[in-house]
T-cell receptor, first 113, second 113 residues
Framework: GENVEQHPSTLSVQEGDSAVIKCTYS??????FPWYKQELGKRPQLIID?????GEKKDQRIAVTLNKTAKHFSLHITETQPEDSAVYFC????????????FGKGTLLTVNP | SQTIHQWPATLVQPVGSPLSLECTVE??????LYWYRQAAGRGLQLLFY??????ISSEVPQNLSASRPQDRQFILSSKKLLLSDSGFYLC????????????FGPGTRLTVT
Protein backbone atom coordinates (compact mmCIF):
# COMPACT_ATOMS: atom_id res chain seq x y z
CA GLY A 1 0.00 0.00 0.00
CA GLU A 2 0.85 3.67 -0.05
CA ASN A 3 3.57 4.87 2.31
CA VAL A 4 3.67 8.56 3.28
CA GLU A 5 6.61 9.99 5.21
CA GLN A 6 6.29 13.48 6.73
CA HIS A 7 9.14 15.61 8.08
CA PRO A 8 9.87 17.19 10.43
CA SER A 9 7.68 15.86 13.23
CA THR A 10 8.06 19.13 15.14
CA LEU A 11 8.97 22.59 13.90
CA SER A 12 9.43 25.75 15.91
CA VAL A 13 9.77 29.14 14.18
CA GLN A 14 9.70 32.79 15.14
CA GLU A 15 6.73 34.87 14.13
CA GLY A 16 7.28 36.26 10.66
CA ASP A 17 9.61 33.46 9.57
CA SER A 18 8.72 30.86 6.94
CA ALA A 19 7.92 27.22 7.66
CA VAL A 20 8.32 24.29 5.30
CA ILE A 21 6.97 20.78 5.81
CA LYS A 22 7.82 17.99 3.39
CA CYS A 23 6.14 14.70 2.52
CA THR A 24 7.29 11.83 0.37
CA TYR A 25 5.11 9.08 -1.01
CA SER A 26 5.64 5.75 -2.72
CA UNK A 27 2.82 5.15 -5.23
CA UNK A 28 3.44 6.77 -8.58
CA UNK A 29 -0.29 6.44 -9.40
CA UNK A 30 -1.20 8.93 -6.67
CA UNK A 31 -2.53 12.19 -8.10
CA UNK A 32 -4.12 14.16 -5.27
CA PHE A 33 -2.15 15.77 -2.42
CA PRO A 34 -4.04 17.68 0.29
CA TRP A 35 -2.80 19.36 3.44
CA TYR A 36 -4.81 19.56 6.65
CA LYS A 37 -4.42 21.78 9.69
CA GLN A 38 -5.58 20.54 13.08
CA GLU A 39 -5.73 22.83 16.08
CA LEU A 40 -5.69 21.31 19.53
CA GLY A 41 -8.90 19.39 20.24
CA LYS A 42 -10.43 20.29 16.88
CA ARG A 43 -11.12 18.48 13.63
CA PRO A 44 -8.58 18.50 10.77
CA GLN A 45 -9.39 21.26 8.26
CA LEU A 46 -8.41 21.11 4.60
CA ILE A 47 -6.23 24.16 3.93
CA ILE A 48 -4.83 23.56 0.47
CA ASP A 49 -4.50 20.77 -2.05
CA UNK A 50 -2.80 20.11 -5.35
CA UNK A 51 -3.34 17.70 -8.20
CA UNK A 52 -0.64 16.09 -10.24
CA UNK A 53 -1.23 18.20 -13.31
CA UNK A 54 0.22 21.28 -11.58
CA GLY A 55 3.53 21.89 -9.84
CA GLU A 56 2.60 24.68 -7.46
CA LYS A 57 -0.48 26.25 -5.92
CA LYS A 58 -0.73 29.31 -3.71
CA ASP A 59 -3.39 30.69 -1.41
CA GLN A 60 -2.31 33.87 0.33
CA ARG A 61 0.44 32.89 2.79
CA ILE A 62 0.37 29.17 2.09
CA ALA A 63 1.62 27.29 -0.92
CA VAL A 64 2.12 23.69 -1.92
CA THR A 65 4.72 22.44 -4.38
CA LEU A 66 4.78 19.03 -6.01
CA ASN A 67 7.61 17.09 -7.60
CA LYS A 68 6.06 13.98 -9.13
CA THR A 69 9.35 12.66 -10.44
CA ALA A 70 10.87 12.63 -6.98
CA LYS A 71 7.53 11.76 -5.35
CA HIS A 72 7.53 14.55 -2.82
CA PHE A 73 5.44 17.60 -2.05
CA SER A 74 5.84 20.40 0.43
CA LEU A 75 3.77 22.92 2.36
CA HIS A 76 5.18 26.43 2.61
CA ILE A 77 3.85 28.97 5.08
CA THR A 78 5.25 32.49 4.81
CA GLU A 79 5.07 35.31 7.36
CA THR A 80 4.02 32.89 10.06
CA GLN A 81 1.69 34.05 12.82
CA PRO A 82 0.95 32.54 16.25
CA GLU A 83 -2.44 31.34 14.96
CA ASP A 84 -0.59 29.14 12.47
CA SER A 85 0.47 26.98 15.43
CA ALA A 86 -1.16 23.57 14.94
CA VAL A 87 -0.49 20.06 13.71
CA TYR A 88 -0.27 19.81 9.93
CA PHE A 89 -0.95 16.60 8.03
CA CYS A 90 -0.16 15.78 4.46
CA UNK A 91 -2.11 13.11 2.63
CA UNK A 92 -2.04 11.23 -0.65
CA UNK A 93 -4.82 9.43 -2.46
CA UNK A 94 -4.05 5.73 -2.50
CA UNK A 95 -3.31 4.24 -5.89
CA UNK A 96 -4.97 7.12 -7.66
CA UNK A 97 -8.34 6.26 -6.11
CA UNK A 98 -10.97 8.91 -5.58
CA UNK A 99 -11.95 7.86 -2.10
CA UNK A 100 -9.02 6.77 0.03
CA UNK A 101 -6.38 8.99 1.55
CA UNK A 102 -3.21 7.92 3.33
CA PHE A 103 -2.03 10.48 5.89
CA GLY A 104 1.41 11.40 7.10
CA LYS A 105 2.07 11.28 10.83
CA GLY A 106 1.80 15.03 11.24
CA THR A 107 4.04 18.00 12.04
CA LEU A 108 3.54 20.06 15.18
CA LEU A 109 4.26 23.65 14.18
CA THR A 110 4.83 26.18 16.93
CA VAL A 111 5.08 29.86 16.02
CA ASN A 112 6.71 31.84 18.80
CA PRO A 113 5.65 35.48 19.16
CA SER B 1 -23.79 23.73 1.92
CA GLN B 2 -22.75 20.44 3.44
CA THR B 3 -22.61 19.77 7.17
CA ILE B 4 -21.35 16.75 9.04
CA HIS B 5 -22.46 15.91 12.56
CA GLN B 6 -21.09 13.50 15.12
CA TRP B 7 -22.38 12.50 18.51
CA PRO B 8 -21.75 12.24 21.25
CA ALA B 9 -18.95 14.79 21.52
CA THR B 10 -17.35 13.04 24.49
CA LEU B 11 -17.86 9.63 26.01
CA VAL B 12 -16.43 7.78 29.00
CA GLN B 13 -17.09 4.06 28.96
CA PRO B 14 -15.86 1.14 31.08
CA VAL B 15 -13.87 -1.71 29.58
CA GLY B 16 -16.16 -4.39 28.21
CA SER B 17 -19.09 -2.08 27.57
CA PRO B 18 -20.66 -1.59 24.11
CA LEU B 19 -20.14 1.42 21.89
CA SER B 20 -22.19 3.23 19.30
CA LEU B 21 -20.99 6.43 17.62
CA GLU B 22 -23.09 8.13 15.01
CA CYS B 23 -22.24 10.35 12.07
CA THR B 24 -24.64 12.07 9.69
CA VAL B 25 -24.07 14.28 6.68
CA GLU B 26 -26.44 16.94 5.38
CA UNK B 27 -26.55 18.76 2.10
CA UNK B 28 -25.21 16.06 -0.20
CA UNK B 29 -26.25 12.71 -1.62
CA UNK B 30 -24.34 9.46 -2.03
CA UNK B 31 -21.27 10.59 -0.11
CA UNK B 32 -18.30 8.38 0.60
CA LEU B 33 -18.07 8.05 4.37
CA TYR B 34 -15.09 7.30 6.60
CA TRP B 35 -14.23 6.52 10.21
CA TYR B 36 -10.79 7.46 11.50
CA ARG B 37 -9.21 7.10 14.91
CA GLN B 38 -6.61 9.47 16.23
CA ALA B 39 -4.63 8.36 19.28
CA ALA B 40 -2.40 10.55 21.41
CA GLY B 41 -3.29 13.66 19.40
CA ARG B 42 -1.35 12.62 16.32
CA GLY B 43 -1.79 10.34 13.32
CA LEU B 44 -5.03 9.54 11.54
CA GLN B 45 -5.77 5.84 11.23
CA LEU B 46 -8.46 4.90 8.71
CA LEU B 47 -10.76 2.32 10.28
CA PHE B 48 -13.62 1.93 7.80
CA TYR B 49 -14.92 3.50 4.64
CA UNK B 50 -18.16 3.17 2.73
CA UNK B 51 -19.00 4.03 -0.87
CA UNK B 52 -22.72 3.22 -0.51
CA UNK B 53 -25.49 1.91 1.71
CA UNK B 54 -24.53 -1.43 3.19
CA UNK B 55 -21.04 -1.30 1.62
CA ILE B 56 -18.35 -1.26 4.29
CA SER B 57 -14.64 -1.78 3.84
CA SER B 58 -12.47 -2.46 6.86
CA GLU B 59 -8.91 -1.23 6.93
CA VAL B 60 -7.71 -2.53 10.28
CA PRO B 61 -8.90 -5.77 11.91
CA GLN B 62 -10.09 -5.05 15.44
CA ASN B 63 -13.09 -5.29 17.72
CA LEU B 64 -14.88 -2.43 16.00
CA SER B 65 -17.49 -2.60 13.25
CA ALA B 66 -19.26 -0.08 11.06
CA SER B 67 -22.64 0.09 9.42
CA ARG B 68 -24.35 2.41 6.97
CA PRO B 69 -28.09 1.94 7.37
CA GLN B 70 -28.96 5.08 5.38
CA ASP B 71 -27.27 7.05 2.62
CA ARG B 72 -25.99 9.79 4.92
CA GLN B 73 -25.63 7.89 8.19
CA PHE B 74 -22.53 6.04 9.33
CA ILE B 75 -22.30 4.20 12.64
CA LEU B 76 -19.25 2.87 14.47
CA SER B 77 -19.87 0.10 16.99
CA SER B 78 -18.22 -2.27 19.37
CA LYS B 79 -19.66 -5.08 21.45
CA LYS B 80 -16.92 -4.91 24.09
CA LEU B 81 -14.57 -1.96 24.44
CA LEU B 82 -10.87 -2.35 25.19
CA LEU B 83 -8.61 0.18 26.90
CA SER B 84 -6.80 0.55 23.58
CA ASP B 85 -10.00 1.81 21.96
CA SER B 86 -9.59 5.17 23.67
CA GLY B 87 -9.01 8.01 21.25
CA PHE B 88 -10.50 10.73 19.11
CA TYR B 89 -12.90 9.29 16.54
CA LEU B 90 -13.44 11.31 13.42
CA CYS B 91 -16.02 10.78 10.74
CA UNK B 92 -15.38 12.25 7.31
CA UNK B 93 -17.15 12.49 3.97
CA UNK B 94 -16.17 13.04 0.37
CA UNK B 95 -18.09 13.38 -2.88
CA UNK B 96 -18.80 10.11 -4.65
CA UNK B 97 -17.26 11.24 -7.90
CA UNK B 98 -15.01 13.95 -9.17
CA UNK B 99 -12.99 14.74 -6.09
CA UNK B 100 -10.96 13.25 -3.29
CA UNK B 101 -11.37 16.07 -0.77
CA UNK B 102 -12.38 14.74 2.60
CA UNK B 103 -14.17 16.87 5.19
CA PHE B 104 -14.14 15.92 8.82
CA GLY B 105 -16.79 16.02 11.49
CA PRO B 106 -16.16 17.54 14.93
CA GLY B 107 -15.14 14.20 16.40
CA THR B 108 -15.97 12.10 19.46
CA ARG B 109 -13.45 11.85 22.26
CA LEU B 110 -13.73 8.37 23.76
CA THR B 111 -12.10 7.41 27.04
CA VAL B 112 -12.26 3.76 28.05
CA THR B 113 -11.66 3.28 31.78
Amino acid sequence: GENVEQHPSTLSVQEGDSAVIKCTYSDSASNYFPWYKQELGKRPQLIIDIRSNVGEKKDQRIAVTLNKTAKHFSLHITETQPEDSAVYFCAVNSGGSNYKLTFGKGTLLTVNP
Amino acid sequence: SQTIHQWPATLVQPVGSPLSLECTVEGTSNPNLYWYRQAAGRGLQLLFYSVGIGQISSEVPQNLSASRPQDRQFILSSKKLLLSDSGFYLCAWSRLAGGSEQYFGPGTRLTVT
